[in-house]
């Protein structure tokens, strides 16, 4: 007979060791930072998060990191191809989890980006690339803010 209410108690398992087994598949050196940053980017639903949001949990989680580090560490990740960098204007990027092809609403309002699907833009007539280029991926960023009441 299973005692429900010790496994209550416990808690629940840490995803460290595969995240550790993540970075190193990525190519990165799983330092005890990094992991700490992972396990906060990676450990649930796929999500959007600047580096300053990311800061401020990892403060809330007594993770010791800089903001430098917090930036370092997300374009690494970014590099590596564990995350899809979202810059909505020169001076601010989102990170998104989500490395698949789609889309995304900017919410100017609210300062918070959110996923369009893929199949729900048709892009047509787009360039060819430049000689000797090809092209990676493209973002369409669709900018939105509440409508005036009136």
Known sequence: MVDFRL????PPPSRR???TAVLRMAGLRPTRQRVALAELLLG???RHVSAEQL???A????VNVSLATV???LHQFQEAGLLREVAVDASRSYFDTDTSDHHHFYLE???RVIDIPANSIVLQGLPEAPRG???THVDVIVRVKKTPQI
């Open 109 to 111: 309002d609210e300062q």
């Open 7 to 10: 496994q209550a108690l416990r």
């Open 55 to 57: 800061h401020l949990e």
């Open 44 to 46: 649930g639903p796929h």
């Open 17 to 19: 060791p595969c995240l």
């Open 133 to 135: 280029m090809m092209v």
């Open 71 to 73: 930036y370092n560490t």
């Open 59 to 62: 403060q809330g989680a007594r």
